[in-house]
Nanobody
Framework: QVQLVESGGGLVQPGGSLRLSCAAS????????MGWFRQAPGKEREFVTA????????AYADSVKGRFTCSRDNAKNTVYLQMNSLKPEDTAVYYC?????????????????WGQGTQVTVSS
C-alpha cells in the first residue's frame, strides 16, 4: 500500500511560480514511476507529467512543456512539480499518483495510487 500527500498549492498571479510536493509512504516508492495529473472544474482529469523510477526520464503534456518540471528525490520519498509562467488555464486540482511500473506512464488508468489533490488557482 502506498499513501500520497500533496502540498504546495495556492493562489498565484499569472506569470508566477509554484512548486508542488508529493510525499509518499511505502518502501516501493523508489522503484515506481510517478505522475502528476490535474482536473479543472467541469473537465476530465488530464495528464500533466510523469517521471520514471530513477528520475532519468520524464514526459510532459504539450500544454506545460517548457514551463513545468518534474523531479524526484527517492531518499526523501518525494516527487516535485515546479510550475513556472503559470496561466489562468493551469487552474485545477493537481494530483500525484503512483504507477506500478518503472518506466514513464501517461495514461490515467495505469496509475494505481492517488493523492487527495491540491488546489492551484492562477488569477489576478
Amino acid at each position: 500500500q502506498v499513501q500520497l500527500v500533496e502540498s504546495g498549492g495556492g493562489l498565484v498571479q499569472p506569470g508566477g511560480s509554484l512548486r508542488l510536493s508529493c510525499a509518499a509512504s511505502g518502501r516501493t516508492f523508489s522503484t515506481y514511476a510517478m505522475g502528476w495529473f490535474r482536473q479543472a472544474p467541469g473537465k476530465e482529469r488530464e495528464f500533466v507529467t510523469a517521471i520514471n523510477w530513477s528520475g532519468s526520464s520524464t514526459a510532459y503534456a504539450d500544454s506545460v512543456k517548457g514551463r513545468f518540471t518534474c523531479s524526484r528525490d527517492n531518499a526523501k520519498n518525494t516527487v516535485y512539480l515546479q510550475m513556472n509562467s503559470l496561466k489562468p488555464e493551469d487552474t485545477a486540482v493537481y494530483y500525484c499518483a503512483v504507477a506500478p511500473f518503472g518506466g514513464v506512464r501517461s495514461r490515467l488508468d495505469e496509475y494505481r495510487y492517488w493523492g487527495q489533490g491540491t488546489q492551484v488557482t492562477v488569477s489576478s
